[in-house]
């Protein structure tokens, strides 16, 4: 069963941001930590950041000092913001649990050089 929905992916170029969000399950949300992963061409899924119910953020070592992670538990959503995009960002972005359940549709996001 997927749980989460996720906005705001698009074509940017190299060095501009976009801002990613997701709508968690509305009673199950706030108890768990959250996470934003991505599948690039050809890849597996790989953490891009995860976020507790408390606050408390990791990052991937590709995204830290570029992306940041926070959630907003009475709205029951995710945001990533992605700044200094890369064209080794682009892919498919998920949100899911950490660690993370069933996969969602994604956003694509693409950056172009």
């Known amino acids: 069963q997927v749980q989460f929905v996720e906005s705001g992916g698009g074509l940017v170029q190299a060095g501009e941001s976009l801002k990613l969000s997701c709508e968690g399950p509305e009673k199950t949300f706030n108890l768990d930590s959250v996470g934003w992963y991505r599948q690039g061409p050809g890849k597996n899924y790989e953490l891009v950041a995860a976020v507790s119910i408390m606050g408390s953020t990791t990052y991937g070592e590709a995204v830290k000092g570029r992306f940041t992670i926070s959630r907003d538990n009475a709205k029951k959503t995710v945001t990533l913001q992605m700044d200094s995009l890369k064209v080794e960002d682009t892919g498919l972005y998920y949100c899911?649990?950490?660690?993370?359940?069933?996969w969602g549709q994604g956003t694509q996001v693409t950056v172009s050089p």
């Open positions: 899911n649990w950490y660690p993370p359940g069933n």
